[in-house]
């Protein structure tokens, strides 16, 4: 019997964040800082506004790009928070999370053999989707001293004649590093004079802790070779609504919802009518949320400080980066060794790319109470490592 299975399918390692999520959902009494989901239900109104529309029967497919009023509001929220101006019939698509959005987007602009630029740490998904367009995916790894921040000279000297689209992950996951506006103009110079298309993943624009998200479509002849990828998941606690959208120009835009209507049809009914709501009267909800994610940020940073853990100072999302270098250990040995031991669970950086070795990725969407719990097994569990060093080094 031939394998049934794709080779390329195959070759594709499954997600290193998924694991320690499988291993601890069976373990009592642990605490996960592993997964990248707020804490928080959705706002009341939001979930209302859902139920609304089930009462009203509106449970039938929208149109392939989603529901009209849904496409207007997102324009009208890009105008308002960035300036920028899409066309709702023609520039606009609803999809299912972010994820999906990415997935099209790779899929409606690659031609096999094309180079994409990723930086590295980055979301697990960018690699896969671009292997199987049978795109060539080029990693970038991005240096802990620069904050995480990609630079116009590591884009410089990872471009080839092969090279279209730049992924830009920021604010990112999992380090939690943003890219400022003056670091944004010096890559969006390279872009036009290069000719390369940008896959923008914003998922986690609202929630920046330093001056405001900017986006790289926002700059002079950007608007035109970006696609702007954003959705409901993270800034409005809408995970499993499982929504999201894309901006761009019309010709991407025609191709991209092309495949979304032969792969998908129509994102969910339901989460589109709530998304309506959303976008309409959440800003309040979003600023609460930030707040309270920013009290716990701050928070991590002086208890990281304190135990003599070194982590640099993220300004987005809710992600922490610590390096665990100086403990000899790899971080999936660290992230063992404390699972099992005090039964914390965080992810490997490796999971995001081989220059996460050396780190962990810690998320802060959980309640202060759990985070205190968390941090004192992860003190404990840091006193012991060194204890072991002197111990080891007196022997020697």
């Given at each position: 019997m031939r394998d049934p299975l794709s080779q390329k399918i195959k070759e594709i390692k499954p997600s290193g964040i998924r694991k320690f999520f499988d291993i601890v959902s069976e373990m009592k009494d642990a605490i996960s800082l592993g997964v990248g989901e707020p804490d928080f239900d959705t706002p009341w109104h939001i979930r209302e506004e859902g139920i609304y529309s089930l009462e009203k029967g509106r449970t039938f497919y929208t149109s392939n790009s989603g529901l009209k009023e849904l496409r207007i509001e997102i324009c009208n929220y890009l105008k308002r928070k960035l300036g920028l101006d899409y066309d709702y019939n023609s520039e606009v698509l609803i999809t299912v999370?972010?994820?999906?959005a990415i997935d099209i987007a790779l899929r409606a602009m690659i031609d096999p053999g094309d180079e994409v630029l990723i930086p590295e740490p980055c979301y697990v998904s960018y690699v896969p989707c671009v292997e199987l367009t049978h795109g060539v995916p080029v990693t970038i790894p991005l240096k802990e001293e620069n904050q995480f921040r990609l630079t116009k000279e590591e884009v410089l000297q990872n471009l080839t004649d092969k090279t279209k689209?730049?992924?830009?992950p920021f604010p990112n996951n999992p380090t939690g590093a943003i890219?400022?506006?003056e670091d944004l103009a010096a890559i969006a110079e390279i872009c036009v004079e290069k000719d390369l298309f940008v896959l923008s993943d914003e998922i986690y624009s609202e929630l920046t802790y330093k001056g405001e998200h900017c986006s790289i479509?926002?700059?002079p002849g950007m608007r035109e070779r970006t696609v702007v990828i954003n959705g409901f998941s993270k800034a409005y606690a809408m995970t499993g609504w499982r929504l999201g959208y894309a901006a761009a120009p019309a010709a991407i835009m025609e191709q991209m919802t092309k495949i979304h209507q032969f792969a998908i049809m129509c994102a969910p009914t339901t989460s589109q009518y709530a998304a309506v709501e959303a976008l309409r009267h959440g800003d309040k909800d979003v600023e609460r949320m930030?707040?309270?994610?920013?009290h716990r940020r701050r928070y991590l940073l002086h208890e990281f400080h304190e135990m003599g853990l070194e982590c640099f100072e993220p300004y987005g999302a809710f992600y922490m980066f610590p390096s665990i270098r100086k403990f000899g250990l790899t971080s999936e040995e660290f992230a063992n060794?404390?699972?099992?031991e005090e039964k914390i669970a965080v992810v490997p950086g490796t999971a995001f790319g081989e220059c996460g070795e050396g780190f962990l990725r810690i998320s802060y969407a959980y309640s202060l109470e759990n985070l205190k719990i968390a941090l004192e097994r992860v003190r404990r569990f840091v006193e012991r490592?060194?204890?072991?060093q002197q111990e080891k080094t007196q022997a020697e």
């Open positions: 999370g972010g994820s999906e689209i730049l992924v830009l890219m400022e506006k479509a926002q700059f930030k707040e309270s994610y920013n060794r404390l699972l099992q490592l060194e204890k072991e």
